[in-house]
Structures are given as structure tokens and as C-alpha cells.
């Protein structure tokens, strides 16, 4: 139940009398908690609660602090709060992209998850480095976080045993595997690629093809589409990769080359929706007719993949499951609840109209 603080025992007007008393002695940078609580009627503590813990206070409170605090322009110090409690109150998130919305909407809910439990997320872009990731981890630490959210599970092993040693809740998203660092919320890539393959195979495919990005979680379905179609005795796949980030332009382009290696192709499978948009603008422009003689499958269920002629056929990742997953992992850990180290959220492969 939210804690409230009685209200001080002064009329609303004597507080707004002395407001532009103390602006003139020096303005916001001379304001003191104290000098909140005053206006608003409440207790120095509960104005703390609102910057530090707000899902513990009366909303009516919270609202009048949060005026008073506008009003006022006050700023708290959050390096001298962190210096005597050891507490920063700070989340780093390290993401590939936010380009576009395979990870934006797990970003979003994250960041609203943990602001609403009075933690702000610290987001960083690695790119698809590990040099990078690296030295963001670095930037990141300095900042005395109390919790990590990573992307993948692909790290260099020196970043892996620093993690394990730093002492703090890490949770690792967008992947699986059978050792993580800490927590992990995510998906097997290598089961999309697999799940993939099944669906041509079942539509008879016999010359399928590949374009993708060559980063590690891309490079995990490539594998888990080969080893099933190789099951099938399909062993010659045409294939295109590029480095990330994958674009429209990438896939018109990756259309001729795939059919250059491979005369009679029948379907491609493409490691973006982005990816998949260009085949089909390509395909269309070479008079090949979707999905009778092209079939086409995507990944990530952008929101553009219903907006398509014909719609798409593509992967579905839950990202606002992964990113309140994620925090509330975080959470619970920095409650001192023991977590669940692995949370599978699974895909769904969305059968639309391009195969």
C-alpha cells in the first residue's frame, strides 16, 4: 500500500510566500529537498520516495510533489543520494539498434517498467561489435549501475567472466542458451530457422535460398534452416550475407544473385522483414508471382508486413514480452527474490500470403 506522509503544519500560502525569497538567494541550484517538502506539505522523505521509489506513494501525493518540484525547477543530486546509499538507482541497457521496431518496443516497456519502480535506464547502442559492446560496458560500469539488460548471448569470453564478477543482477535478451551469465529472456534462433525450413518443406519446396545478416543471432537461423533442410536431403541452399544492419535496398539486390546461384529458386528465407520487402519489390520487377513460384518468409513481424502486396509471411518475436520479462527479473532480483535464470518466449511463425 503507498506510505504517505503527513502534511506540514502550514497553510499552502506561507510556502508559496517564501518561494521567490528563496530563488532570489540563489535559484534552483540553492534549492534543498527540504525546500520541496515545505511546498508541497509533505515530509523530506516523501519527496525522496517520489525521485526514488514513486510506486510507494499516494498518487494524489506523488502528483502534488511532482508539481512542486516543476514548479520550483529543483534538481536532486543524484551522485550525492548514490555516494551515501550505494545506490544509483540506474539501469544500463546495451542494444544493437533501435532502427527500427524489433528492438525499440522491448526498449520502451523495459525503460517503463523500471522508471515506474524508480530506476532510470542508462540505454546504449553497441552496433554489432564486440569491440563495442565492450567498450560500452566499460562507459556503462562507471556509472555504478545496479543492473545490466544485454542483448544476445554472444560475448567475448573476457566481457562473460567480468560480468560474472561484477556483482550485480545482469539479464541477458533476444537469445537462448543452455549457460547464461546471470538471467536470460529470449528465444532459440536456431528453432526459427528450423521452424522455417518445415514450413517450405511442406510446401514442397526443393530450391530454397537464404539472404541474411552475418551477425551471431542472424547466422543462428541460418544454421538451424540448413540442418533441417539437409535432413530433408536438401543440401545445395543459395545464400546471400551481409553485414548488419540488413535494408530494403540489400534485399532487391540479393534477389538476382540468389537466382544466379540457383536457376530454379523457389523460396527465400530472410533474416528481416526489411530484407524480405526488397526480395519481393525484386521478385515483382522480374515478373515471378508470389508465393506460386516464389515464396517468400521474413523475420520480426514489423508493422509494414500486413501494408505488403501480398502480405507477408513472417517470424513473430514477442518484444514487449522480452522487455517487461526482463525487468521484472531485474526487480525481483534487486528485491532480493530469487529468479528464475531462463524465460522461453518462444516465436510463432505468422502464415500470410507470400508462402
Known sequence: MPNDEPSAAASPEAPEAATPARRMRGGPKGLRITDVAALA??????????????????????????????????????????????RSRLIAAIVPTIAHSLFSETVQVFSETMSRAGYQVLLALSGYSDS???????????????????????????????????????????DMTATPIDMLVGFSHHQIGAAVAEHFLRRNVRAPGLVSANDDRALARRDGFRERLAQAGIREIAEVLVAP??????????????????????????????????????????????????????????????????????????????????????????????????????FHLVERETG
Open 41 to 86: 506539505g509533505v515530509a523530506p522523505i516523501t519527496v525522496s520516495r517520489v525521485f526514488n521509489s514513486p510506486e510507494t506513494v499516494a498518487p494524489e501525493t506523488l502528483e502534488r510533489v511532482r508539481q512542486v518540484v516543476q514548479k520550483l525547477g529543483y534538481v536532486p543530486n543524484r551522485l550525492a543520494g548514490g555516494l551515501s546509499s550505494s
Open 132 to 174: 563495442n559492446e565492450e567498450t560500452l560496458l566499460d562507459a556503462v560500469l562507471s556509472r555504478r549501475p545496479e543492473g545490466v539488460l544485454l542483448t544476445g548471448v554472444a560475448h567475448t569470453e573476457s566481457l562473460r567472466e567480468r560480468l560474472r564478477n561484477v556483482g550485480m543482477p545482469i539479464v541477458e535478451t533476444w
Open 245 to 346: 544492419p540488413s535494408s530494403v535496398a540489400v534485399g532487391k539486390a540479393a534477389l538476382s544473385t540468389l537466382i544466379e546461384q540457383a536457376p530454379d529458386l523457389d523460396a527465400v528465407f530472410c533474416g528481416s522483414d526489411l530484407l524480405a520487402i526488397g526480395v519481393l519489390g525484386a521478385a515483382k520487377r522480374m515478373g515471378l508471382a508470389v508465393p506460386s513460384q516464389l515464396a517468400i518468409c521474413g523475420f520480426g513481424d514489423l508493422e509494414f508486413a500486413t501494408e505488403t502486396t501480398p502480405q507477408l509471411t513472417t517470424v513473430r518475436v514477442d518484444g514487449t514480452r522480452i522487455g517487461l520479462s526482463a525487468a521484472r527479473c531485474l526487480l525481483d532480483r534487486l528485491a532480493g527474490i530469487d529468479k528464475a535464470r531462463v524465460t522461453d518466449v518462444g
